[in-house]
């Protein structure tokens, strides 16, 4: 069975860091994209960050680009999410996702975005 199982959430300071992993199983890692996304209080879940495992390439929304760095272990077929410099707007349940081709480091209804990690809870305090 495809898993994603999510971690390392938690409570921070503003200008914190934290870091998340996405640890995967059950399918062939490098035939896919990695994507997190959030979702905050009365909002909509949004693209975060992704990456594909292959080549290596890398997407980051706008209001992370600088602070958030993602990357892959291949070898232990996890990708993580390094955020530094946390504010309290990035306060929010945090999701890894499987990207099929054709699916969104964006959208996260597409639905080539088709498995789902249970989400890690991220608190920046102010």
């Known amino acids: 069975d495809v898993q994603l199982q999510a971690s390392g959430g938690g409570l921070v300071q503003a200008g914190g860091s934290l870091g998340l992993s996405c640890a995967a199983s059950g399918f062939t890692f490098d035939d896919y994209a990695i994507g997190w996304f959030r979702q905050a209080p009365g909002k909509e879940r949004e693209g975060v960050s992704c990456i594909s495992i292959s080549v290596g390439s890398t997407y980051y929304a706008d209001s992370v680009k600088g602070r958030f760095t993602i990357s892959s272990d291949n070898a232990k077929n996890t990708v993580y999410l390094r955020m530094n410099n946390l504010k309290p707007e990035d306060t929010a349940v945090y999701y890894c996702?499987?990207?099929?081709?054709?699916?969104?480091?964006?959208?996260?209804?597409?639905?080539?975005?088709?498995?789902w990690g249970q989400g890690t809870l991220v608190t920046v305090s102010s």
């Open positions: 996702a499987r990207i099929d081709v054709g699916g969104s480091c964006v959208d996260p209804g597409n639905r080539k975005n088709d498995y």
